[in-house]
């Protein structure tokens, strides 16, 4: 199966895994680079899933500190509980000593025949008929340069061409990897970790945020080329935001839900 974004590495310890990071899958200034979050969530459920044999149900991640460039971040997979068709695990990314992320989550898979989805796909035209947009960071050497982002509702990046503060605090956006590849758990894990990026559109200025966690829900993957990411921002107080995505598949299948919390950060000092 191809990995479009990087490839986690196996130890002789099937509960260890490791990923040695490169400035494409870091994000940030020029010198001051770090891995993506999203890349940790995607690492982590990679590492649980060829740890259990079992597919991700939900992930949560919780970013407690920063991996730079050319270091490697090891995975440890802990499985507490291993049921029927459940399995209970957690993970601990680390560099040396330094905790960087711990990742809770459930996996498997149960034969069922009730099924049912009560959330639409949002209004929105093909890729082809939105205009691309690259991210406000022009990271052409870091993980959002490996994304193509194509707009279909609302405002992103540092040229907010004056827009109003969002009545609803939607961005509705097409994503996809530049390299091809599968669209499995771990991508959409990093898809998800751009929730902050309908900061800005929400509040009507260069804005985004630190991610705080990421917490993953998987419905259903589907063959797909574009994830339709419909981003919600649901408020912002006390200096921190809060919202929620939904992630759908090119024929409008609900692939996955996701929800973070950030720190809120005006831009424009940055740019």
């Keep these: 199966m191809v990995k479009p974004f990087f490839e986690l590495r196996s130890t002789h310890n099937p509960h260890r ?51 730079r460039p050319s270091q490697v971040v090891d995975f440890d997979v802990w499985v507490p509980v291993v049921g029927k068709g459940t399995s209970q695990a957690r993970v601990i990314a680390h560099v040396d000593d330094k905790e960087i992320l711990t990742v809770n989550a459930a996996l498997g898979a149960r034969d069922s025949d009730i099924t049912g989805v009560w959330v ?35 405002n992103f990046g540092f040229d907010m061409n004056g827009a109003p503060r969002s009545e609803d605090g939607r961005l509705i956006m097409w994503m996809r990897p530049k390299a091809g590849g599968v669209v499995d758990a771990a991508t959409l894990a990093i898809f998800a970790d751009h929730v902050p990026s309908g900061i800005g559109n929400a509040l009507g200025f260069n804005a985004g945020g630190s991610s705080l966690d990421n917490t993953i829900r998987i419905v259903r993957l589907a063959p797909t080329e574009w994830v339709l990411c419909d981003i919600s921002i649901h408020a912002v107080n006390a200096g921190f935001g ?27 000092a940055d740019r």
Excluded: K
């Design 242 to 268: 809060h919202g929620a995505m939904r992630l759908f598949s090119e024929d409008r299948q609900l692939m996955a839900t996701a929800s973070q919390s950030v720190i809120v950060r005006r831009h424009d």
């Design 120 to 154: 639409e796909a949002p209004e929105a035209p093909p890729p082809s008929d939105c205009p691309p947009h690259e991210h406000w960071r022009g990271d052409a050497g870091g993980l959002h340069g490996q994304i193509e982002m194509r707009m279909a509702r609302g």
């Design 17 to 67: 895994w490791y990923l040695p990071l490169d400035n494409d899958l870091c994000v940030g200034p020029p010198g001051n680079g770090f891995m993506f979050g999203g890349v940790g969530l995607a690492a982590a459920i990679q590492a649980m899933e060829g740890t259990c044999g079992r597919p991700v149900v939900w992930a949560t991640a919780q970013y407690l500190s920063h991996a």
